[in-house]
């Protein structure tokens, strides 16, 4: 599956953003598709991830409550809203796709091409 993310930009602290990620190529119906990060300096790590044929989600602990991943059968996308942005959220988000439930990047095979938030204090 080919996924490409967008919707990244520049805000300021505590404001909000959403960011898409597209996928194209083939069926998402056995997919977990999920958000991952990267800082400045800093290995990726997870944010988010939402089963796709039944919507269950789970979130890292640091954006639990701000952060919300949901998907868009007709559009065959998959959404990361974020509100309360803080600085330390700043990071290349990328969405990636992968056959099992996980929070381990090692088990994503489908990445998409990272998105630059930036949040300014």
């Known amino acids: 599956v080919q996924l490409q993310a967008f919707g990244g930009g520049l805000v300021q602290t505590g404001g909000y953003l959403s960011l898409s990620c597209a996928a194209s190529g083939r069926s998402l119906s056995n997919y977990a598709m999920g958000w991952f990060r990267q800082a400045p300096g800093k290995e990726r790590e997870f944010v988010a991830v939402?089963?796709?044929?039944?919507?269950?989600?789970y979130y890292e602990n640091l954006v639990k409550g701000r952060f919300t991943i949901s998907r868009d059968f007709a559009k065959n996308s998959v959404y990361l809203q974020m509100k309360s942005l803080k600085p330390e959220d700043t990071a290349v988000y990328y969405c990636a796709g992968s056959t099992l439930w996980s929070v381990y990047e090692r088990d994503y095979d489908s990445w998409g091409q990272g998105t630059l938030l930036t949040v300014s204090s």
């Open positions: 939402v089963s796709w044929s039944d919507g269950t989600t």
